[in-house]
């Protein structure tokens, strides 16, 4: 069976960009790219989940991070995998500053427009990363 794409988000808690990663991450594992797509908890992997770990392992792996810190990708590359690519948030954001997030409970329109751009940007990827 071919490799598939790994998505992973971090968990961005109380960041509206981190939720706006995890939204695009399910936006697209769910409707864009179900057949190739596949994602999983992060912090599963930072417990050393061996169904996680392998599955990271075997296939390909992009990380979201909603901020500088790269939490998803140093946590990917701390379980011994380098990353085929990685997006931040902010660089979704920065094209399109009209499109303020509201809160991070309620993203609100533009939120979740923001995360179906970021979706459609990750599509991209996958294609990108699975021509490799
Ligand atoms: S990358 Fe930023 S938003 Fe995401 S979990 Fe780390 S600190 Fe939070």
Same mark, same amino acid.
């Given at each position: 069976m071919g490799k598939k794409v790994v998505v992973l988000p971090c968990s +961005?808690? +109380?960041k509206a960009y981190g939720e706006i990663g995890r939204q695009a991450v399910y936006d697209l594992a769910e409707d864009l790219k179900p057949e190739d797509v596949k994602t999983a908890c992060l912090a599963r992997l930072m417990i050393d989940d061996p169904e996680t770990k392998a599955m990271v392992k075997d296939n390909f792996v992009i990380t979201v991070d909603g901020? +500088?810190?790269d939490c998803a990708r140093k946590n990917v590359e701390a379980a011994g995998k380098q990353v085929d690519s990685s997006l931040r948030v902010v660089e979704a954001f920065k094209k399109h500053r009209? &499109?303020?997030?509201? +809160?991070? &409970?309620e993203l609100g329109e533009p939120g979740f427009k923001l995360a179906h751009i970021l979706a459609e940007r990750l599509s991209e990827e996958v294609d990108c990363v699975m021509k490799k």
């Open positions: +961005g808690i +109380g901020c +500088g810190m009209d &499109l303020k997030p509201q +809160g991070v &409970l």
